[in-house]
């Protein structure tokens, strides 16, 4: 994949992940789409939904989730495509490392938690934010 190619793939998934943190952020007010309440569906163990997260403790921590996941993704959309564009290695391997803390770390807590569901979510995440960095290749030099 060009540099250019795995640049523009990142930034979509990134703002389409930004997008979804701040959903979930603000799924703690409302959901008018119903969107969050059906991920949260599909990632929990249980199948309540946003129903599931009722105390005050749950929102709060829904919230700060929300927003550390938008703030994620937006270090992929401003620091890390610009770095494949670049064909920077040394901030695309920073890229991957930190990937790969966040899915151990949430995985690893999800399923110590008893939430597997999320945990297999989360390899999804994984593919779509790895692939743009591991697929990229050297640009072509030019010869004069």
Same mark, same amino acid.
């Given at each position: 994949?060009?540099?250019?190619?795995? %640049?523009?793939f990142?930034?979509?998934?990134?703002?389409?992940?930004?997008?979804?943190?701040?959903?979930?952020?603000?799924?703690?007010?409302?959901?008018?789409?119903?969107?969050? @309440?059906y991920?949260?569906?599909?990632?929990s163990?249980? @199948?309540?939904?946003?129903?599931?997260?009722?105390?005050?403790?749950?929102?709060?921590?829904?919230?700060?989730?929300?927003?550390?996941?938008?703030?994620?993704? %937006?270090?992929?959309?401003?620091?890390?495509?610009?770095?494949?564009?670049?064909?920077?290695?040394r901030?695309?391997?920073?890229?991957?490392?930190s990937?790969l803390?966040?899915?151990?770390? @949430?995985?690893?807590?999800?399923?110590?938690?008893?939430?597997?569901?999320?945990a297999?979510?989360?390899v999804?995440?994984?593919?779509l934010f790895?692939?743009?960095?591991?697929?990229?290749?050297?640009?072509?030099?030019?010869a004069?």
């Open positions: 994949m060009s540099p250019t190619s795995a %640049a523009r990142m930034r979509i998934t990134a703002i389409i992940s930004i997008i979804t943190g701040i959903l979930f952020a603000l799924a703690v007010v409302a959901d008018p789409t119903g969107l969050t @309440d991920f949260f569906q599909l990632v163990s249980g @199948d309540q939904g946003l129903a599931g997260i009722a105390t005050p403790e749950a929102k709060v921590a829904l919230a700060i989730a929300g927003g550390l996941f938008a703030g994620f993704s %937006a270090f992929f959309l401003f620091l890390v495509a610009p770095a494949i564009e670049a064909y920077d290695t901030m695309i391997r920073g890229g991957q490392i990937l803390v966040w899915f151990v770390t @949430d995985s690893t807590a999800s399923i110590a938690g008893g939430n597997t569901a999320n297999v979510a989360n999804g995440f994984l593919v790895m692939l743009p960095m591991a697929l990229v290749k050297a640009p072509e030099v030019q004069s």
